[in-house]
């Protein structure tokens, strides 16, 4: 056996049955073993957008997601989706293919172990070829303790040479004890008396949450102390279907109702949630609010600069058991937020009343994502865009579906569309709608290509204002020349076609009805290109660049 | 920093002009959200000042100096401040002068205000603020102009 092969069947036995990258002479070896084993090889057509999968792989199973590429400008194409993949605690593992040890002035020679640094990535490097397994299982244990990417780098040469060890092989998963931090009981008292003097409490609870599965444990806190319920963008439109007072997200991407009731609050718990300087802008939306936080790291510095006035070390769902129970047997209970009149505020409060003159030929964004969110079915999951147009998406679409997956992460655009295809590829190629700019889906439209190939159903509906949209807005409220933002795009319903998908136009909502029906009724890898009236500003830029809130 | 140019029109005496804008709590009582606090020995005031960044509301707590040119009709008003959970920091100067209207009856009065908005609040207002800040001053006058006037003053 060689070394590639080896390292082939080391990752299948951490579990590996895909992956997502580019073949080159770095790792040709290692992927043609892994096609022999029966792992799912998915070809695409940008290295970048490969580890974006994975990174989509690994947010729809929290099990590590495996992405590849050659040595030298293979990974350098890595950059971006390594560090989104990280701000993302996604555990992964790049296999990279490495200039040979042998030939240092290799024309893509290259120093991945900076790179990965620069990255915020890990890096792990099989140093001989007889370090094959305890290379693999390094970077395994630390993709899975550390939930990040980690760049396992292996020399060309040295994957031909000879494996001759015929032990099996000893998966990480060996050397990890699983375990939910249980919380200090002291703590939870402290946090019990601070809840018996909250007249208006607010749960904000995180992906931390969705993870330890402490969706019911949440709800009954939340009757018992009356709290309004709120997520962070990350969990959006988690527990909406199970609370009344669902108040939707904490931040920017939040209504004005629910940011006013948000301001009156004397108390925030947040619950698997990082509580980011975006979650609590900046500590702004609860002024008067004490923090409490249940997390299952050691220590979160709250939007970098502060901590929660109770830290609660704990796993998610056990922390918020505990805490529930002590409060039971204190007997406490309290009304809070849950009166008619806050029901009654939060009763569609998403309403943008705001008029605006429509471009010709475009529509208004707005009705047409709500009327996207009542005609494509809850069984279907939803993938948001990043970029001016989330400022619509992540708002407006509000019914809860089994992945809604939205974030920023990095703050670049054009990585929700890898993120999706990998996501789908991990949940058996379940049907999905994908809401996201034009700028950003173009960025890696190849990789629709990947998603026809492999026949994922996804639906992309392209919000098309044929403009960087978020400079676009900047460049306009500073009287500057927007038309340097603006680029024409083609029909990329056409573009669609060409690739080998289905494809529409629409430049009205009865054209748009049409084309997602016609969708819904036969899910396949779809393109709409809504063209949108850029004269639509989204609540959050009216915010944030007019100090507006209507 | 953000700077904002205002030219006023009154339909009032420069006299009557200058008496408001000469005394802080009538000028405080011209500013939305505004309320005047202790006067210091060295002649600077606190003042408090609840601002609205879209849905986010703000407390400063500011300190500030009037010094008045009453021959010439101009002053000077100085302020630092900072909220009151101490992450974002605001930093005003504001000049203003009284003088004639070219065409009498009425006064003029110019402003010439410079705003700096610095810490946790900039961050998530970006534009924002300037335009929060233009908004205050126009509402400033508003208020100033009805008070002149004998005007209730509406929101």
């Given at each position: 056996m060689k070394v590639f092969q080896r390292l082939a069947h080391a990752f299948q036995a951490e579990g590996v049955t895909a992956t997502f990258g580019m073949m080159g002479d770095g790792n040709m070896f290692w992927l043609h073993e892994l096609h022999n084993l029966g792992v799912k090889v998915h070809e695409v057509r940008h290295e970048g957008a490969g580890l974006g999968m994975a990174d989509g792989w690994a947010r729809a199973t929290r099990q590590v997601g495996v992405a590849t590429a050659t040595c030298g400008p293979g990974t350098t194409q890595l950059a971006t989706a390594f560090v989104t993949a990280s701000r993302a605690e996604s555990p992964l593992v790049a296999f990279c293919g490495e200039h040979p040890v042998s030939d240092p002035e290799y024309s893509q020679r290259f120093n991945p172990a900076i790179f990965a640094e620069a990255c915020e990535s890990g890096f792990v490097r099989m140093?001989?070829?007889?370090q094959a397994d305890e290379a693999v299982r390094k970077a395994f244990f630390l993709a899975r303790t550390q939930n990040r990417p980690i760049l396992l780098s292996v020399p060309m040469d040295l994957q031909q040479e000879e494996w001759e060890d015929d032990e099996p092989y000893v998966p990480s998963t060996t050397m990890i004890t699983p375990t939910r931090p249980n919380p200090d009981p002291d703590v939870l008292k402290r946090v019990a008396d601070l809840i018996a003097k909250s007249k208006k409490p607010v749960i904000i609870v995180g992906r931390g949450a969705q993870w330890a599965d402490a969706g019911d444990a949440v709800v009954k806190l939340g009757d018992r102390i009356g709290a309004m319920l709120a997520t962070s963008l990350l969990a959006k439109t988690w527990l909406n279907d199970k609370c009344d007072y669902h108040a939707g997200i904490s931040g920017n991407y939040g209504s004005r109702a629910s940011m006013q009731l948000m301001h009156d609050a004397d108390l925030v718990i947040g619950i698997g949630?990082?509580?980011n300087r975006y979650t609590l802008e900046n500590g702004y939306l609860y002024p008067d609010a004490q923090i409490v936080q249940i997390d299952s790291k050691p220590q979160v510095l709250m939007h970098g600069v502060s901590a929660a006035n109770i830290y609660v070390h704990a796993d998610a769902k056990v922390g918020t058991e505990q805490l529930e129970k002590v409060l039971a047997e204190r007997k406490f209970t309290n009304t809070g937020y849950r009166t008619p009149d806050v029901k009654k505020k939060l009763a569609h409060h998403w309403d943008d009343p705001t008029q605006f003159e429509i471009d010709p030929g475009t529509m208004d964004p707005r009705p047409a994502i709500i009327m996207i969110d009542e005609i494509v079915p809850t069984h279907i999951s939803l993938f948001s865009g990043s970029g001016m147009s989330s400022g619509m998406s992540n708002m407006l679409m509000q019914r809860r579906r089994p992945m809604n997956q939205a974030g920023h992460f990095f703050g670049c655009?054009?990585?929700m569309l890898p993120a999706a295809i990998g996501a789908m590829a991990a949940t058996g190629k379940k049907p999905a709608i994908m809401l996201d700019g034009d700028a950003s889906f173009l960025m890696?439209?190849?990789?629709f290509e990947t998603a026809v190939r492999y026949e994922m159903p996804l639906l992309v509906v392209v919000m098309n204002n044929q403009a960087l949209g978020a400079e676009y807005y900047k460049l306009e409220v500073k009287k500057m020349n927007v038309e340097t933002s603006q680029i024409p795009t083609p029909d990329l319903g056409s573009v669609a076609v060409a690739l080998g998908g289905k494809g529409a136009l629409v430049r009205n909502i009865d054209q748009l009805r049409t084309a997602v029906l016609e969708w819904v009724a036969k899910p396949g890898p779809m393109v709409i290109d809504m063209r949108i009236s850029r004269t639509v500003m989204s609540i959050p830029y009216r915010r944030l660049h007019y100090g507006k809130d209507e | 920093m953000i700077e904002v140019n205002q030219r006023i029109e009154v339909p009032a005496s420069t006299q009557a002009v200058w008496e408001v804008l000469s005394d802080p709590h009538a000028v405080v009582e011209c500013v939305k959200g505004a309320s005047l606090g202790e006067r210091h020995e060295d002649g600077s005031y606190d003042a408090g000042l609840l601002v609205s960044f879209g849905p986010a509301k703000v407390t400063f707590r500011a300190q500030f100096n009037l010094e008045l040119d009453p021959p010439a009709m101009t002053g000077k008003v100085s302020s630092r401040g900072k909220d009151k959970q101490g992450g974002t920091k605001i930093k005003a100067d504001m000049t203003f002068a009284v003088t004639e209207r070219p065409e009498p009856p009425g006064s003029v009065i110019i402003i010439d205000a410079k705003t700096e908005v610095s810490g946790r609040m900039a961050m998530i207002v970006e534009g924002g603020a300037k335009m929060v800040v233009e908004h205050m001053t126009k509402d400033f006058s508003k208020r100033l102009t009805a008070r002149l006037n004998g005007t209730p003053i509406t929101d």
């Open positions: 140093h001989t070829a007889d949630a990082s509580l655009i054009g990585q890696h439209l190849a990789e | -």
